[in-house]
C-alpha cells in the first residue's frame, strides 16, 4: 500500500514582506568552475519532437484502471463525526473493523496535541480533511469541523500536533492547505470562502474573504494556479463553481474570482470538488442530486462513470489504478443504510470501478478521502506552448501570436537578441533540460530544438547576447545554485555549466548585456532581496554579488540594457505592483520607482531598444499580458497596453533585436 512518503511533488512558494534598495556587498556565492554532473553537452543533439510531456511519471502506465484496490493505491481517511477522530483504513482489507485495517488515528488533544480545549471541544461534525506535502519536504494535513462553532486546523502529519487553529462559526465545510502554508476555508451558513494567514504563525487571525453563498468546497488546483469553490452567486443565486486567484502575500493575502473561469453547474446543491489525480484538465464535483467529471478547457460536466452517478453523494475521489472513491448519506439509500446519527452521514465507503464496499460499524462518515499528499497522483509542472509577437520599429504590435514551439511540457522561456539579427530562445522542460531554438535575421524559425543542457531539474532560465556575438545562458537549479553556460558568436556551446552562484534558495534569474560587453545576471533570493553579480567584457565574473534590493517579497525580476551604458531591473512585488532599479553608465544603483501599481502582476519580461526606449511587459494572471515603455528621454507612460488577451500566461521573455523591433515569447499554460 503506497504511503505518503514515496512520491516527490513540487509545491510553489509564495514569498511575504517589502523592502528598499541598497547596495549592499554580498558574498552570495563566488563562482565556482563546477560542471553540471548531469549535463548534456552540444554533441546531444535531440529535437523536442522526442519529448514527452510528462516523460518523469512512469508510475501510472504500469497502473490499471479498473483493478481492484493495489499496492500503488493509498490508504482512505474517513472522518467519524461520532468518534470525532480520522481513521486511515487500507482498502485492500475487506474488513474496516479489524485492526489490520486501521494504519493510522488521530484527534485534537490539549496534551501532546497543543490544542486548547475550546478548539478540542468545537472539533465534533469532521466536514472536511486534506494531506499535503510542504515545499520544504514536511506533510500537514488540514481539517475543519463544521456547525454553529466549528473549528479549522493546520496539523503536523503524522505526528498530529497544532500548527495552526481557529474556532470558527458558519459551519465549515472544507478546508486546503496553499502552497504558501495558508488555510483556505469554506462556510456554507457562513456564506463565505476565507484564506487564514496560517503561514504567519500557530494563533494568525488575519484573512481575506470572497463571498460565496452556501460556499461548500476549497480545491487549491497547481495547474492553474487557483482555488476552487462551489457555492451560490449572492447577487443571481445561480449555482456555481468558480476559480480564486490567491494573491497578495502570505502575511496579507487577497482574493479575486477569476470570471473566466466561472461555471453555472448542471444540478443544483454542489458539494465537494476534488482533483483527478490521472487528468490534470478534470476535476470530480459532485451535487445534491449527481456526480460529474468536469472538464477544465471545455467548460463541460459529464456524468461519473461506473454507477458513481448519485444522489447525496458527499465526497468523491479517485486513486492512482483509477478506482472511484466516495460516500453517500445512507439516508437516501434504498433500503436506507445503518448511520442514523444524522441525515447525512453513513458508516460505509463506496468503490466504483471495480466496484466494492468498505463498511466500519458504529461509524458516521461524512467525508472520506484518498490519503495522498499531492493535488494529483503527481502534482503537475506548470507547463505549456510557446508562442511569439512583435511589436514592429513603428510601434505596431502583431495582432496575434505566432506558435513557435507546440512541446506543452515547457516551464519556463528566455530569449534574446543576437547582434546580426537573429533571435535565440531557451525553452525548459522539466524532467528534460534545456533547449534552445534560433531565429534568423531574415524572421525564419529553425524547425527543431537542440537540447543543450540535460539537467531536468532546472526550474528558470534567462539569456542575454554580448556584442561579440556570444549568448550567455543562466540556469536556477534548487538546491544547488545558479549555472551559466555560453555559445560562441561561431555557433559552438560550452561543453559544460560553470556554476556563478552557489546559493540555493535562488528562485529567479534574469540577465541582460550593456553595450561594453559586461553582463549582468540578477538573482531573487526568497525572504532576503535581489542581487546582481557582474561578468566583465573580459570575461571574469565579480567575487561576489551586490545586493541591490532588501526587499523580501520579490518574485519576479526582469532586466535590459539600453545603449547609453544604463542598466534597468524590474521587481514585481505582489500586493505592490512592479518597481524599476536603475543603474548608471558608471554604475551607481539608484533607489527603487514605481512604474506599476497592479499589486496582481505575476510574471515580467523587459527590452531595450536601439533608439535607447524600454519595454517592460507584465502577466496579470486571468486576464492578460500589457507593455509599458520608457521613452529614450526617460519618462515613463502613464499607462500600458493590452497586447495579450490571454489570462493563463505562465511566464515570458522579451529582446530587442537592431532593428528596433521588440520580439515578445509567452507561455500560456496548457489549460
Not at 19 to 37: D, I, K, L, Q, R
Not at 86 to 97: E, F, G, K, M
Not at 141 to 164: D, E, F
Request: net charge neutral; charged share 15%.
Amino acid at each position: 500500500m503506497r504511503t505518503a512518503a514515496m512520491i516527490v511533488a513540487v509545491l510553489g512558494t509564495l514569498l511575504v514582506g517589502t523592502g528598499v534598495p541598497t547596495a549592499e556587498a554580498s558574498t552570495n556565492a563566488a563562482p565556482a568552475a563546477t560542471t553540471h554532473a548531469t549535463v548534456t553537452t552540444h554533441a546531444t543533439v535531440t529535437t523536442h519532437a522526442t519529448v514527452t510531456r510528462d516523460a518523469t511519471v512512469t508510475r501510472d502506465a504500469a497502473v490499471t484502471r479498473d483493478a481492484a484496490a493495489t499496492t500503488d493505491d493509498y490508504w482512505v481517511v474517513g472522518g467519524d463525526q461520532t468518534g470525532r477522530r480520522l481513521t486511515a483504513y487500507d482498502p485492500a482489507v475487506a474488513d474496516w473493523n479489524t485492526v489490520q485495517a486501521v494504519k493510522w488515528t488521530w484527534q485534537p488533544t490539549v496534551t501532546p496535541g497543543g490544542f486548547s480545549a475550546d478548539e478540542v471541544s468545537a472539533f465534533g461534525l469532521i466536514a472536511d480533511f486534506k494531506l499535503r506535502r510542504r515545499p520544504s519536504g514536511a506533510q500537514s494535513l488540514v481539517v475543519a469541523a463544521g456547525g454553529s462553532r466549528g473549528v479549522a486546523a493546520v496539523v503536523s502529519y503524522p505526528g498530529g500536533t497544532r500548527q495552526w487553529a481557529r474556532v470558527l462559526p458558519g459551519n465549515l465545510h472544507a478546508a486546503e492547505l496553499l502552497p504558501d502554508g495558508n488555510i483556505a476555508v469554506a462556510a456554507s451558513t457562513g456564506g463565505w470562502i476565507r484564506v487564514y494567514a496560517s503561514s504567519q504563525g500557530p494563533g494568525a487571525a488575519t484573512y481575506a474573504e470572497f463571498k460565496l453563498t452556501d460556499a461548500h468546497a476549497a480545491l487549491w488546483d497547481p495547474v492553474v494556479r487557483r482555488l476552487w469553490v462551489i457555492g451560490r452567486d449572492p447577487d443571481s443565486d445561480r449555482h456555481i463553481l468558480t476559480a480564486l486567484a490567491v494573491e497578495g502575500t502570505p502575511a496579507a493575502p487577497a482574493l479575486r474570482e477569476d470570471t473566466g473561469r466561472r461555471a453555472e453547474l448542471p444540478t443544483g446543491g454542489g458539494h465537494d470538488v476534488y482533483a483527478h489525480p490521472l487528468d490534470p484538465g478534470k476535476l470530480w464535483l459532485t451535487t445534491g442530486s449527481a456526480a460529474y467529471l468536469y472538464d477544465k478547457t471545455a467548460r463541460t460536466f459529464t456524468p461519473a462513470p461506473a454507477g458513481a452517478d448519485r444522489n447525496a453523494v458527499k465526497s468523491i475521489g479517485s486513486q492512482p489504478s483509477g478506482q472511484i472513491v466516495q460516500t453517500r448519506a445512507d439516508s437516501a439509500k434504498s433500503p436506507p443504510g445503518s448511520c442514523v446519527a444524522s441525515t447525512w452521514c453513513t458508516d460505509t465507503v463506496d468503490f466504483f470501478a471495480p466496484a466494492m464496499t468498505r463498511r466500519r460499524v458504529g461509524a458516521a462518515f461524512y467525508k472520506a478521502r484518498v490519503w495522498s499528499p499531492y493535488y494529483g497522483v503527481v502534482d503537475q509542472s506548470l507547463r505549456g506552448t510557446v508562442w511569439s509577437r512583435a511589436r514592429t520599429a513603428s510601434g505596431a504590435w502583431d495582432g496575434g501570436a505566432a506558435l513557435i514551439d507546440d512541446n506543452g511540457g515547457v516551464s519556463a522561456v528566455a530569449v534574446a537578441a543576437l547582434p546580426d539579427g537573429g533571435l535565440r530562445l531557451l525553452t525548459v522542460v522539466p524532467g528534460s533540460g534545456v533547449w534552445d531554438r534560433g531565429r534568423s535575421a531574415a524572421g525564419v524559425w529553425d524547425e527543431h530544438a537542440v537540447k543543450i543542457d540535460g539537467n531536468g531539474g532546472i526550474t528558470d532560465v534567462s539569456a542575454a547576447a554580448l556584442p561579440d556575438g556570444s549568448l550567455h545562458v543562466q540556469t536556477v537549479v534548487p538546491g544547488s545554485g545558479v549555472w551559466g553556460r555560453a555559445r560562441s558568436a561561431a555557433g559552438v556551446w560550452d561543453a559544460s555549466a560553470v556554476k556563478i552562484d552557489d546559493n540555493g534558495s535562488v528562485s529567479r534569474v534574469s540577465a541582460a548585456a550593456l553595450p561594453g560587453g559586461s553582463l549582468h545576471v540578477q538573482t531573487v533570493v526568497p525572504g532576503a532581496g535581489v542581487w546582481n553579480r557582474t561578468r566583465s567584457a573580459a570575461g571574469t565574473w565579480a567575487a561576489a554579488s551586490v545586493k541591490i534590493d532588501a526587499g523580501p517579497a520579490v518574485t519576479a525580476v526582469s532586466a535590459a540594457g539600453l545603449p547609453d551604458g544604463t542598466l534597468h531591473v524590474q521587481l514585481a512585488v505582489p500586493g505592490s505592483g512592479v518597481w524599476n532599479l536603475a543603474r548608471s553608465a558608471a554604475g551607481a544603483w539608484g533607489a527603487r520607482a514605481g512604474i506599476d501599481a497592479n499589486g496582481s502582476v505575476s510574471a515580467l519580461s523587459a527590452a531595450g531598444r536601439p533608439d535607447g526606449g524600454l519595454h517592460v511587459q507584465t502577466v496579470v494572471p486571468g486576464a492578460g499580458v500589457w507593455d509599458r515603455t520608457r521613452t529614450p528621454a526617460g519618462t515613463w507612460g502613464t499607462s500600458a497596453t493590452k497586447i495579450d488577451a490571454n489570462g493563463s500566461v505562465l511566464d515570458l521573455s522579451a529582446a530587442g533585436p537592431r532593428d528596433g523591433a521588440v520580439h515578445l515569447v509567452t507561455l500560456p499554460d496548457i489549460d
